[in-house]
């Protein structure tokens, strides 16, 4: 993709998120052009949240089927497969008008192993992971609420979920998926309470959120400016097929972007 088109820099980013029980983390990278950011984070059940956020490698090393860090509090080993047992979900969308498009490839489920040393205390826990790699000439103004989450239905299916408002949620081709044992379906239209703590989907389905820790960011550029924020917390209901959740783990997501 070329670096620019009619005037729009290209925007591109890779999001590496893991869930489970006791602990959660993301990772991940992104270019404004020729800009970059590189950011981590790790937050515990008990609400304890380490992160780090840079223009620089922020200790971050992120590609192929693996997220390394190396920082001051943390050490992160993770290791997953990229497409194993879960099948990803590929869209194109116009943005804005004139010739603007973005693209985004996501695949929920992916069995992970992470080895996470936080402050001297070092353990090795089994995750789910989620990867979202997107790119594209986005419009100006640009701004959507987003979930992804993993999880386990009361009748035993592996389960898991990308709803969106805001960017790639046409009423069909969109990006809108709930993965059952691997397997994709597209979602109806999706819902967010102003506050992250529930999401809905049209033709069933209702998500409730519970926070355990937010990464926050507000950044205020001669050429961007960009509110963001993205609890970690557990989900409790009833997925879009009449799947209620035994357990869930996951993002809730609400950004402003001016880029």
Not at 41 to 64: C, K, N, P, Q
Not at 194 to 209: N, P, Y
Not at 226 to 237: H, K, V
């Amino acid at each position: 993709m070329p670096m620019s088109r009619a005037g729009r820099p290209l925007k591109r980013w890779r999001w590496v998120g893991a869930f489970g029980p006791d602990l959660m983390l993301c990772a991940g990278e992104a270019r404004i052009g020729p800009l970059p950011q590189r950011w981590w984070a790790v937050v515990e059940r008990d609400g304890d949240l380490i992160e780090r956020t840079s223009m620089g490698s922020a200790g971050l090393s992120l590609g192929g089927g693996a997220v390394r860090v190396e920082a001051p509090r943390a050490r992160i080993d993770v290791r997953f497969e990229a497409d194993h047992g879960s099948a990803a979900v590929e869209v194109v969308s116009p943005s804005g008008s004139g010739d603007g498009w973005a693209w985004t490839r996501k695949v929920a489920g992916l069995p992970a192993r992470a080895t996470v040393e936080l402050d001297g205390r070092r353990r090795t826990v089994e995750l789910t992971a989620v990867i979202d790699d997107s790119a594209g000439y986005h419009e100006r103004h640009t701004a959507w609420h987003w979930t992804v989450g993993v999880g386990r239905a009361e009748s035993g299916e592996r389960v898991a979920w990308n709803l969106v408002a805001g960017i790639h949620d046409g009423t069909s081709a969109s990006e809108r998926t709930v993965w059952v044992d691997g397997a994709p379906v597209e979602v109806g239209a999706a819902r967010f309470a102003a506050d992250l703590s529930r999401v809905e989907v049209d033709g069933g389905g209702t998500l409730d959120f519970t926070e355990w820790a937010a990464r926050e960011h507000r950044t205020n550029l001669l050429v961007m400016r960009s509110a963001y924020r993205q609890p970690f917390g557990t989900f409790a209901g009833e997925l879009p097929g009449g799947l209620r959740l035994a357990e869930g783990y996951g993002v809730m997501e609400e950004h402003d972007v001016r880029w």
